[in-house]
């Protein structure tokens, strides 16, 4: 069964802490990538990569770290420097080095500051 | 830079009627435009996508989309609205970003409202 894991699916995060949310796909896409979803915002890319050690800052990677060591995983590391990061956060694959195929997304991590 | 606009924040429509949530894009080169659809507390889902050819897409559950190069829009439309359309709808167009990597960019989503 393929497609896009996120874990987990709710996380709390003490002030001052890091948080690492896994997102895990089998469909052997190149493309990934980070969204951040607030009410009233849409979707704001956190970063993304195109190929296996190497990836690009979004709009908005103030915060955030990424890494991509295997083609299948693309986590993400909310750091303390994130002052606001209560939000849904997204993970999404393409097939890379195309432009004319669609995003698939998993189900989503809500992140809550406590 | 890209962008995308959807300029409704909610689209009502009753059940039964036809229903259109708009969306106009800016980007450099050729659009490739999608629609996606969210449900509460869900990923995205994709709908259709636009890439070249005949302006009028069809896709998922009766959606189509009629592209405009002239006029920059992507509406997305559906002859009969049915209750369970009701979700919150996404246009995103995908684009070069910096280095030549690609990039997709999202707008902020039209919470689509269909009443019994």
């Known amino acids: 069964d393929g497609g896009i894991t996120q874990s987990p699916k709710y996380l709390f995060r003490k002030e001052g802490q890091n948080v690492t949310l896994s997102c895990e796909q089998n469909l052997n896409h190149d493309a990934m990538y980070w969204y951040r979803q607030d009410p009233g915002q849409g979707l704001r890319l956190i970063y993304y990569?195109?190929?296996?050690?190497?990836?690009q800052k979004g709009d908005i990677a103030e915060g955030y770290s990424v890494s991509r060591e295997k083609k299948e995983s693309f986590p993400l590391t909310v750091t303390s420097a994130q002052k606001n990061p209560t939000a849904f956060y997204l993970c999404?694959?393409?097939?890379?080095?195309?432009?004319?195929?669609?995003?698939?997304f998993g189900q989503g991590t809500r992140l809550t500051v406590v | 830079a890209q962008s995308v606009a959807q300029p409704e924040d909610q689209v009502n429509v009753a059940e039964g009627n036809p229903l259109t949530v708009k969306c106009t894009y800016s980007?450099?080169?050729?659009?490739?435009l999608f629609w996606y659809v969210q449900y509460p507390n869900r990923g995205l889902q994709f709908l259709l996508k636009?890439?070249?050819?005949?302006?009028l897409v069809k896709g998922s559950y009766g959606f189509e989309a009629e592209f405009n190069k002239s006029q920059t829009s992507f509406h997305l439309k559906k002859p009969s609205a049915l209750v369970s359309d009701s979700a919150l709808y996404f246009c995103a167009v995908r684009g070069q970003g910096s280095g030549g990597y690609q990039k997709v960019t999202f707008g902020t989503g039209t919470k689509l409202q269909v009443i019994p």
């Open positions: 999404a694959s393409s097939i890379g080095g195309t432009m004319n195929t669609e995003a698939f």
């Open positions: 636009y890439i070249t050819g005949d302006n």
């Open positions: 980007v450099s080169g050729n659009p490739y």
């Open positions: 990569s195109q190929i296996v050690n190497d990836f």
